[in-house]
């Protein structure tokens, strides 16, 4: 199995920043694309950002030129800075993985963590 552990939320004010990280762990050959999710209450859940094996990077609309995802394939974790936070950024973030097991790919995701943008 493979385990994905989330850290780095939290409360933070209009115009912050805060970064977090998702490490994973377990039975892993590679891991293809890493990515960011988020959901708001009373809201679907949605892409915020991902990033390939090689580095290629895709931003939701609403987080281009403030958030920026990067990955350490070493250590098989992925990252999410997120500059000039906004209230309407608040939500709980959780990360995804797709990991290669023996010659299959699989989704795997974070238990989620909380990030509050207060005004």
């Known amino acids: 199995q493979v385990q994905l552990v989330e850290s780095g939320g939290g409360l933070v004010q209009a115009g912050g920043s805060l970064r977090l990280s998702c490490a994973a762990s377990g039975s892993i050959f590679s891991i293809n694309a890493m990515g960011w999710y988020r959901q708001a209450p009373g809201k679907q859940r949605e892409l915020v950002a991902t990033i390939t094996s090689g580095g290629s990077t895709n931003y939701a609309d609403s987080v281009k030129g403030r958030f920026t995802i990067s990955r350490d394939n070493a250590e098989n974790t992925v990252y999410l800075q997120m500059n000039s936070l906004k209230p309407e950024d608040t939500a709980v973030y959780s990360c995804?993985?797709?990991?290669?097991?023996?010659?299959?790919?699989?989704?795997?995701w974070g238990q989620g963590t909380q990030v509050t943008v207060s005004s």
């Open positions: 995804n993985a797709r990991v290669v097991q023996e010659i299959y790919e699989y989704d795997y």
